[in-house]
């Protein structure tokens, strides 16, 4: 991981004190990096398929019906959200995948998650 990328982490878990995972996969579901912030069962090759998925669904739904590309999709639940961005790393196709706690505020989310994504670009 690189120093801007290991400080963002930390600033991360500084300013959003319940992120859960922050996880990067390719489009098709390949596993790059994924950093945890706390204890979970949560398997890199589960997470990688799950996000990509949902990433290629939203990413059809948003051309299809929307005439518009991906940005990014949210699930929400009781326990916790989900924030799957559309994003590059090395020059490849990729989603980021925030997962946070009960005690989340979206819009900081979205903010660190959008900020991060253009850090992975620069890598």
């Not at 090759?45 to 799950?50: E, G, I, P, S």
């Amino acid at each position: 991981m690189s120093d801007k990328l290991t400080k963002l982490m930390s600033e991360l878990k500084h300013k959003l004190p319940d992120i859960r995972i922050v996880h990067v996969t390719t489009a098709d579901g390949i596993p790059v990096f994924s950093h945890y912030f706390s204890d979970n069962n949560v398997k890199q090759d589960k997470l990688a398929a799950v996000a990509s998925s949902i990433a290629s669904l939203s990413r059809a739904a948003a051309k299809h019906v929307l005439g518009d590309g991906f940005a990014n999709t949210v699930i929400e639940t009781a326990n916790g959200i989900m924030l799957m961005v559309q994003c590059q790393y090395q020059n490849k196709s990729c989603v980021l995948c925030v997962t946070t706690g009960r005690q989340h505020n979206l819009g900081q989310v979205r903010y660190f998650a959008f900020k991060l994504a253009e850090v992975l670009k620069k890598i």
